[in-house]
């Protein structure tokens, strides 16, 4: 069973063992404002590219690794699944709402406005550079009691609804997919905007009062009204945002889990995945 971590990606207990799961790996951290710039090709591309150029500039293919796309509303179930078709067919993993997150955690501990779209881009410049020259942006940075907040959850409807954002983190949710061979990620907008041409793409959805209890369950929360409310409120600001809203791709396959279990639906994503071709190395 994963255990819980503040990396952020392991805080739901998955049916499936998670053998590879360890908090120390970047791969798993799913902070790319950390692991993004680890290797040193990727380091010179994506300083490249935030000076102006592209990545094809660079003869880099967003599309050259395999990558399983994992959309949908809050509390879907979308990391505890990503965690384990990582595992079964051994790829890795990105928890793309992790950055949102974290940006929407320093605007608030920076005392930044959350409609000041301007002061919000450069903050996200300025820890990307910090990222490039330092190791601060450790998982440890932040703990997932941080990025989970009710706070957090309030400020990232706003953040990730600027456009100007979603660009940078698109970009470097497509250098870090760069440096890998096969890849699942986990997000909003990862099978319509991020990855349009990946081979496997999921929506993942649910009653939003099932999705609620799940979410009590996971953590120990004491209201479950207020759960149910925050779930309510993010999926109406994810789905009605003008910048990437959540809808699924016209090529997802869809997966309503509310009378299913995760097993069941990690096994009805697994053998998608084989039907398209994801094979176990
Ligand atoms: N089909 C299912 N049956 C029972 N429990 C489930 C099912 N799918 C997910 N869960 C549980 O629901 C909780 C929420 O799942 P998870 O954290 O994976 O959702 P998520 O889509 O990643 O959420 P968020 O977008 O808010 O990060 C977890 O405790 C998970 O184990
Ligand atoms: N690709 C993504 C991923 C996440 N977001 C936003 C919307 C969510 O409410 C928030 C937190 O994501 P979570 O941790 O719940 O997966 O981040 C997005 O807009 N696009």
């Known amino acids: 069973m994963a255990e819980p971590s503040d990396s952020g990606v392991a805080r739901s207990r998955s049916v499936v063992q998670v053998n590879r799961l360890n908090a120390g790996e970047p791969q798993y951290c799913g902070n790319f404002f950390l692991v993004t710039f ?7 591309i994506a300083r490249n590219y935030f000076a102006g150029e592209t990545m094809s500039d660079h ?16 509390a879907a179930g979308k990391t505890t699944t990503c965690l384990a078709l990582a595992d079964i067919f051994q790829m890795e993993y990105l928890e793309s709402g992790r950055s949102y997150r974290i940006l929407a955690l320093e605007v ?12 919000i881009v450069a903050l996200c410049d300025d820890l990307i550079e910090e990222s490039r020259t330092s190791g ?9 009691q941080d990025l ?13 609804g600027i456009a100007e954002l979603r660009r940078r983190v698109t970009e470097l949710v497509r250098i870090w997919a760069g440096g890998h061979t096969r890849c699942v990620v986990e997000g909003r907008d990862i099978g319509t905007v991020v990855f349009p041409s990946a081979p496997v793409k999921f929506y993942l959805t649910a009653a939003p009062e099932v999705r609620a209890d799940r979410r009590v369950a996971q953590e120990g929360a004491s209201s479950y009204e207020e759960v149910l409310e925050d779930v309510i409120r993010r999926d109406r600001a994810d789905m009605s945002r003008a910048a990437s809203p959540l809808v699924p791709a016209d090529d997802a396959v869809t997966i309503d889990t ?7 639906v990690v096994e009805h994503m697994a053998s998608v995945c084989r039907s398209r071709g994801v094979a176990i190395p």
Do not use: K
């Open 108 to 119: 608030l501990q920076r005392g930044i406005a959350t409609d000041d779209h301007p002061a």
């Open 136 to 144: 601060l942006l450790t998982a440890g940075r932040y703990t997932s």
């Open 59 to 74: 003869g880099v293919s967003p599309m050259s690794p395999v990558v399983v796309t994992v959309d949908g509303p809050a």
């Open 38 to 44: 680890a290797p040193e090709q990727n380091r010179r």
């Open 258 to 264: 509310t009378e299913l279990s995760l097993a069941q």
């Open 148 to 160: 989970r907040s009710s706070a957090v959850n309030v400020a990232v409807s706003a953040v990730s």
